[in-house]
C-alpha cells in the first residue's frame, strides 16, 4: 500500500515537474529563425507577369521562453534570449503588441504598393486619412495625456499629415520644450500640453512617448491584393515592392535566381535597419535561396549589412548578401544580373 502511494506521488511529482518544463512561461523571449517563403501566393495583381524565380519574404520566429526552450536556447546556436521588458514595453499587453506588429505590416505594405507602383509607372493615387496613436509609451510625458486611438491634428498649430511630420518636429526640440497637439477623440477637440524628455532606453534622443501610424487610403491600378496572415513587422516592405514590381513589369526581374531580403522601407523607397538579420540569413540559406539583400544604412559601421554578410561566413552559405540602402539599389543590381543557368 506505502509503495502504491509513493508511486503514486512520484508520479504526480513527474507530471508537475515535465509541466512546468514544457509549459510554464518565463520572463524571457526567445528569437529564433524562422522561414523564407516565397511571396508570389501572398501577392495577387490582375494581369501580372509570372517570373521564373522567387523574392522571398523571410521571417524570425519568437516567443515567450519555457524552462525547457530557454536550456535549448543556451546551446543552439542563432537562438537569442531577451528580457520580456525589452521585446514589450512594460503595461503593453501581448494583444497589443500583436495588434501594434500586424499594423506596422499594413503600413509596410501600403508602403511597398506606393514605391512599386510609382516605380513601375503604373496608376495610384494617395490620400491621407489622418494620423493616429498607437501605443503610450510608460513613464514618458505623453501617458497621462495621450491614449491608443487619439487622432493627431496639429502640433504647436502645425498640421499633421503623416506620423513623420509629427516625429520630425518633436526631434527638433530640446528636452524640456513643450508642445500643444491638437488632438481628435471620439468626436471630442482637444489640446494637450506635453513636455519632450529623453527616451529612457535613448537618453540621446527626445520625444513624448508615442507611436504612431498614418491611415493612408491607396488606389492603385490593377488592384493588388496582399495576404501575410499574422505575420507582423515592418521589415518585409522591400521584398513586397519588389514581388509588386517584379509582377508589374514585363521583365522578369528575378531572372530565375531565388532572392530574399529584409528592411523597412518608406514611401520614398529608402531601406531601413530592422533586428535580427543574422537569424534570416540562416533562414534564407536553409530554404535555398541564392541572393540576400540587406539594409547598407549607408555604409555604417556594424550595419545591418554587416552583420548579414558575417553570419553567411558563418554558416558558410553560397547565398550572396547584398547590400542596398534604396528599393533602387536593389532593382539596380537584379538588372545587371544574368539570368540563372539552368
Not at 515535465?18 to 528569437?31: H, K, Q, S, T
Not at 524552462?67 to 535549448?72: A, D, F, G, I, N
Not at 520580456?84 to 500586424?102: K, N, T
Request: overall charge negative; glycine content about 8%; hydrophobic content about 35%.
Amino acid at each position: 500500500m506505502k509503495a502504491n502511494k509513493r508511486i503514486i506521488i512520484t508520479g504526480i511529482i513527474t507530471i508537475l515537474i515535465v509541466a512546468f518544463i514544457g509549459a510554464y512561461r518565463l520572463p524571457y523571449y526567445i528569437y529564433k529563425p524562422g522561414t523564407a517563403d516565397a511571396l508570389d501566393p501572398f501577392v495577387e495583381i490582375d494581369g501580372s507577369y509570372e517570373s521564373d524565380g522567387d523574392m522571398h519574404l523571410v521571417t524570425v520566429r519568437g516567443g515567450q521562453a519555457t524552462p525547457l526552450q530557454w536550456l535549448l536556447a543556451q546551446v543552439r546556436p542563432y537562438h537569442e534570449i531577451l528580457p520580456l521588458e525589452e521585446v514589450r514595453p512594460q503595461g503593453i499587453s501581448e494583444e497589443d503588441y500583436f495588434h501594434a506588429q500586424l499594423q506596422l505590416m499594413e503600413s509596410s505594405q501600403e508602403a511597398a504598393k506606393v514605391v512599386a507602383y510609382e516605380a513601375a509607372g503604373r496608376d495610384i493615387t494617395v490620400d491621407y486619412n489622418g494620423v493616429f496613436v498607437v501605443n503610450v509609451l510608460d513613464g514618458m510625458p505623453a501617458e497621462e495625456q495621450l491614449q491608443s486611438g487619439d487622432e493627431i491634428l496639429k502640433a504647436n498649430d502645425q498640421a499633421v499629415e503623416e506620423s513623420s511630420d509629427l516625429v520630425n518636429y518633436v526631434e527638433s526640440l530640446n528636452e524640456g520644450d513643450e508642445v500643444n497637439l491638437t488632438i481628435k477623440r471620439d468626436d471630442e477637440t482637444l489640446t494637450k500640453t506635453i513636455k519632450v524628455s529623453p527616451f529612457p532606453d535613448q537618453p540621446d534622443k527626445v520625444g513624448v512617448g508615442i507611436s504612431l501610424v498614418t491611415d493612408r487610403a491607396v488606389e492603385v491600378n490593377p488592384e493588388a491584393k496582399i495576404k501575410s496572415g499574422d505575420i507582423g513587422g515592418p521589415s518585409a516592405g522591400l521584398m513586397f515592392s519588389l514581388e509588386m514590381f517584379d509582377q508589374l513589369t514585363e521583365q522578369d526581374y528575378s531572372k530565375g535566381y531565388e532572392i530574399a531580403g529584409t528592411g523597412e522601407i518608406d514611401y520614398e523607397g529608402n531601406v531601413g535597419r530592422i533586428g535580427g538579420i543574422n537569424k534570416k540569413v540562416v533562414a534564407a540559406d536553409k530554404d535555398g535561396c541564392d541572393i540576400f539583400f540587406a539594409p547598407n544604412e549607408n555604409g555604417t559601421e556594424n550595419s545591418n549589412y554587416e552583420v548579414a554578410k558575417k553570419a553567411a561566413e558563418d554558416i558558410g552559405t553560397e547565398m550572396k548578401v547584398v547590400p542596398v540602402d534604396t528599393f533602387q539599389d536593389a532593382v539596380d543590381y537584379l538588372e545587371k544580373l544574368p539570368e540563372k543557368s539552368a
